[in-house]
């Protein structure tokens, strides 16, 4: 893989029709798949079918062809979708590749550079910046097959500005911080639209041109003479792309249990985000340090907004070993050997009906029906491997919080997605469409409820959910011989069944 480390950013890169285009496609491309875009089409040697694949060409032609020329050997083509934020949501720190490969045959496959064009954002006086994208000084070394190095000396924020454009390296890890959420009362705060683009040197292969359906189906905005790059006319080009300044600091000694926020860092170093001399790109050098991510519940809803949703903390490190050749030779083992397990069950294990008795399956389906869960489920073996998501039964999708104060309990989707990742969870998917997901990608768990959810009513005496099915009636008889077999217990054998997948759940939620 090419040693393309160095993150680039420039300001005003395309023509402000551009952006608008983007902007205005960028409802329709949030709910596709992720788009290819050949290297003939890249360079123009074919015609765009889509405006996507014209602001594609442009990123190309004026930044992205001269970073390229090194690997133009190499050189395929590039991948490009869209991300649409509202305030309080984040991305955890992920590798972009090739998912199929990854899935299928374990395989990290990076893209030559990844790279996001930033669609919203400003830094007028007075305002809340959107959530930054985050890199860290970590990258996949696919000789090792692990992330190196283990313990991150830096971090760096790149803060959404109107047509700004980042690019940097396909093994660097990264990941978009979570804002703080939108103020009750408060109108004008848009969400974060970012267009995003892997230039590949392989084509990854679940990963398909945008059609003439999909054009006929209104998923994507045509290709225009407006957006098209006119070498001879010189009127509609944007003013020359500048580089952003990284500011570059150096986070002071902690002690243990001290916790120093990012503003506070900030603001010690007269760094301002905001009003004139605002900086939008920063590198936080904290070696021995590490970087905490927070969310709203870390921060006091009556004190001052932040600006960036982290601090940092003392690093915990296992000193003793860490770089004992037989120690890093065991953990690699260990990794090695939970990769396999975990790729022969995401392989063997979708669609399949747990290896439970007839009574469990129906104890989980009551305590789920009751308390509003969902057992996702995707090994059955020993202790198992499943958590519980709060359930909306009528609607078949997660169900939300009645207020924030909610979000503290487990189960939440709002949660999950920010903690798993595919291939176990796709926090993509949006909620309509994640049961379909979970039926397809997860054990059958539900399997004698799933084709029955369209008899689910809602009883308005007890408003308690009610299956018009002779499969209640079994239900019932399961829960009432569960409560006469235990009459102290707190619950029934279903409740203390959840309850220990609720604590599975906990256990892979950190893992």
Request: contains cysteine; charged residues 25%.
């Amino acid at each position: 893989m090419p040693n393309t480390r160095e993150t680039v950013i420039w300001r005003e890169v395309l023509p402000e029709a551009c952006c608008e285009a983007v902007q205005a496609d960028a409802a329709a491309l949030a709910e596709c798949p992720n788009y290819w875009v050949p290297r003939d089409v890249v360079e123009g040697r074919e015609p765009a079918i889509t405006a996507a694949e014209q602001i594609v060409q442009q990123l190309y032609r004026r930044l992205v062809a001269a970073r390229l020329a090194p690997h133009a050997d190499a050189f395929l083509g590039a991948e490009y979708w869209c991300q649409i934020y509202e305030r309080g949501r984040g991305l955890g720190f992920h590798y972009d590749k090739d998912e199929h490969a990854m899935k299928e045959e374990g395989r990290m496959v990076n893209p030559l550079f990844s790279s996001v064009y930033y669609v919203t954002g400003s830094s007028e006086e007075g305002s809340l910046r959107q959530a930054p994208t985050l890199l860290c000084d970590q990258w996949y070394n696919h000789e090792e097959q692990c992330s190196e190095p283990e313990y991150p000396a830096w971090s760096s924020f790149v803060f959404p500005r109107r047509n700004q454009y980042c690019l940097f390296g396909g093994c660097q890890a990264h990941g978009v911080l979570e804002a703080m959420p939108q103020e009750p009362g408060i109108e004008d705060q848009p969400p974060r639209i970012a267009f995003l683009v892997n230039w590949w040197a392989t084509h990854p292969k679940s990963v398909l041109r945008a059609t003439a359906d999909d054009l006929a189906a209104g998923r994507v905005a045509p290709a225009t003479d407006v957006l098209a790059l006119d070498d001879t006319d010189t009127s509609s080009r944007a003013s020359e792309p500048r580089r952003v300044q990284i500011v570059c600091l150096d986070a002071p000694a902690l002690q243990e249990g001290e916790l120093l926020p990012i503003d506070e860092l900030l603001e010690q170093q007269g760094v301002r985000l905001s009003g004139e001399g605002a900086a939008d790109a920063l590198t936080i050098r904290h070696p021995g340090l590490t970087l905490f991510p927070l969310d709203d519940q870390c921060v006091d809803a009556a004190g001052p907004q932040l600006q960036v949703m982290a601090a940092l903390m003392l690093q915990e490190v296992e000193e003793s070993g860490k770089n004992d050749p037989e120690v890093l030779a065991r953990r690699r083992k260990e990794q090695e050997e939970l990769d396999a397990a975990v790729t022969h069950m995401l392989e063997h294990n979708p669609g399949r009906v747990p290896s439970w008795d007839a009574r469990r399956i129906m104890q989980m389906d009551w305590f789920c029906l009751r308390n509003g869960k969902r057992c996702v489920m995707w090994d059955d073996q020993d202790v198992g491997f499943f958590l519980m998501l709060n359930w909306d039964w009528l609607r078949n999708q997660p169900s939300e919080p009645s207020s924030p104060d909610q979000l503290i309990q487990p189960g939440w989707w709002a949660n999950l997605r920010q903690l798993l990742r595919p291939p176990l969870l796709d926090p993509e998917q949006p909620a309509e469409r994640l049961a379909s997901w979970i039926d397809k990608h997860t054990m059958r768990v539900h399997a004698g409820l799933l084709d029955k959810l369209h008899l689910l009513r809602l009883d308005e005496s007890t408003q308690q959910l009610v299956l018009d099915d002779p499969y209640w009636q079994q239900l019932q008889v399961v829960a009432r011989q569960d409560a006469e077999e235990q009459p102290a217990a707190a619950g029934p054998a279903a409740g203390q069944a959840a309850g220990s997948a609720e604590a599975a759940a906990e256990g892979t939620q950190t893992q």
